[in-house]
């Protein structure tokens, strides 16, 4: 026991340094190779994997003893905002997926950009790639307002460089279409953020005092609406969604797979921290929080069955499953002790499934030269493994047990049923059930055509992937079968 506590005070603080400096390492080593992309590929990715093991590491020690690691303050630039790191639970959950999806995608990458090979820059997409990745993580432990702002502003800048990295000019308008609505969802936490500092006399982002600062209801209702706006911008919630159905399908498969997987569960975790913070369990607040996940999972449902696109199908399917997520955040804010749990919950689980949904589109695409669903057909007999990986993750994203997505959308439903809230509450998680069910059908209409039957003829011409992308594939199929464990005990300490 003595060695352990002195492993969490001690060692974790270094671990978590090292693991940020090999993120570092990883981008030079992708730029230092550029002119051999095999190379900056394999070397930038092996770095990532090593970064993302000690994170993996870092946040299961949080989450197993419930103490914070703090670090700091750092006084970097402004002596008057010092930079400090604290991993608490909740910022444990967001690391451990973000950590553990980046593990198996980065893997998944050595495999996934020779097709970039002389086409396009290694060098490019290692160097934001990387910053990406730490971007997030940071911005889901550090404690300053001004820091948060920073990370935030990174991650969206190195994410807008990875959406357009295959450089067409439909791309380029899609991310500039990106480039513009990210920061229109900035410019409104700047000025949330920075309301709720000046209102505390601190810029602190998750100070303990502020629970005793009186902050008026007009100013509240400000703060939360524009943070609203801001964080939901990035988690694609209703009306804001507009860019999300276009950035998803335009980047690289292995980008679309951080960005659905995590990026938008970055948006959640501001969500869930400013909530925490300003006490919002007014009323007014968590209905509306309701009325648009709700609406985010209709939305995302009328949309699957016009889409031809397989990436653009599973744009739409993100915004349902961070819809429930959402949802369970509104029955936490209105009173259910298990809504913040079942929403963090989903984090990883969701994380798990699409991100291996979007790394299956890679394959399509690397293999096939296709995103068609129409192409997706028969599946069983052209390539029974792929098959089999392909079934693995839909099944999960569907629902069905002993899958972790199960486990998650079961406590998101029953958390609506607490006896802390009113009728709306069992009415908006039977709304929710139902329209779950209804993806449910649909889902496995989609199923039963990519697995049964003739193949098509671009699936009997299907080449074989690089190794390291189904390797990939085979620890996020790992994951999906048993996250909904793993997503258990990340949250029970919380």
Not at 56 to 80: C, D, F, N, R, W
Not at 282 to 308: C, D, E, H, R
Not at 343 to 363: D, E, P, R, T
Request: proline share 4%.
């Amino acid at each position: 026991m003595i060695g352990f506590e002195l492993l969490l005070e001690y060692d974790l603080g270094a671990f978590f340094a090292i693991g940020i400096l090999m993120y570092v390492v990883a981008i030079i080593l992708a730029i230092l190779f550029d002119s051999k992309p095999n190379y900056s590929n394999i070397l930038s990715n092996i770095v990532s994997c090593f970064a993302s093991l000690l994170m993996i590491y870092v946040s299961m020690i949080v989450a197993l003893t419930g103490k914070h690691l703090k670090l700091g303050p750092y006084e970097i630039i402004i002596p008057q905002a010092p930079l400090i790191i604290d991993v608490d639970s909740i910022s444990a959950v967001l690391i451990f997926a973000i950590s553990s999806l980046t593990f198996a995608i980065s893997i998944f990458s050595i495999g996934y950009l020779k097709m970039f090979y002389h086409k396009r820059s290694m060098g490019y997409f290692g160097l934001f790639y990387n910053l990406f990745v730490m971007a997030m993580i940071l911005t889901c432990c550090v404690s300053n307002t001004l820091w948060f702002l920073q990370f935030w502003e990174l991650m969206t800048a190195s994410s807008y460089f990875l959406v357009v990295y295959e450089d067409t000019p439909d791309i380029r308008k899609i991310g500039y279409f990106y480039f513009i609505m990210m920061h229109l969802g900035f410019a409104c936490l700047i000025v949330s953020l920075s309301l709720m500092s000046f209102a505390v006399g601190s810029m602190d982002f998750n100070i303990i005092e502020i629970a005793s600062v009186n902050i008026s209801g007009e100013l509240k209702t400000i703060i939360l609406i524009l943070a609203l706006i801001g964080f939901g911008m990035k988690i694609g919630l209703f009306p804001l969604y507009v860019w999300l159905p276009e950035a998803y399908p335009a980047a690289p498969s292995n980008v679309s797979a951080l960005l659905s997987g995590v990026m938008a569960s970055v948006g959640l975790y501001g969500l869930i921290k400013i909530s925490i913070l300003l006490h919002a369990t007014m009323s007014w607040w968590y209905i509306t929080l309701s009325i648009l996940a709700i609406i985010n999972v209709l939305v995302g449902f009328l949309s699957l069955p016009g889409q031809i696109d397989f990436k653009r199908l599973l744009a739409y399917s993100s915004m349902i499953e961070m819809g429930l997520a959402v949802l369970s955040l509104a029955y936490y804010c209105a009173g259910s002790e298990i809504g913040l749990k079942a929403s963090l919950m989903h984090v990883i689980n969701q994380a798990y499934a699409k991100g291996m949904l979007f790394a299956i589109s890679g394959v399509f695409l690397y293999c096939a030269y296709t995103k068609k669903l129409s192409d997706i057909k028969g599946l069983w007999k052209s390539n029974p493994f792929l098959a089999t990986l392909y079934f693995i993750a839909f099944v999960d994203i569907m629902g069905i047990p002993p899958f972790g997505c199960f486990f998650s959308k079961v406590f998101i439903i029953l958390s609506g049923f607490s006896q802390f809230l009113s009728w709306w509450g069992p009415v908006s998680a039977t709304i929710a059930l139902i329209l779950e069910i209804l993806c449910f059908i649909w889902f496995l209409r989609i199923l039963q055509y990519a697995l049964m039957g003739k193949p098509s003829q671009v699936m009997l011409e299907i080449k074989r992937p690089p190794l390291p992308m189904y390797i990939g594939l085979i620890i996020l199929a790992i994951l999906c079968a048993i996250s909904g464990i793993l997503s258990m005990y990340f949250v029970g300490g919380i």
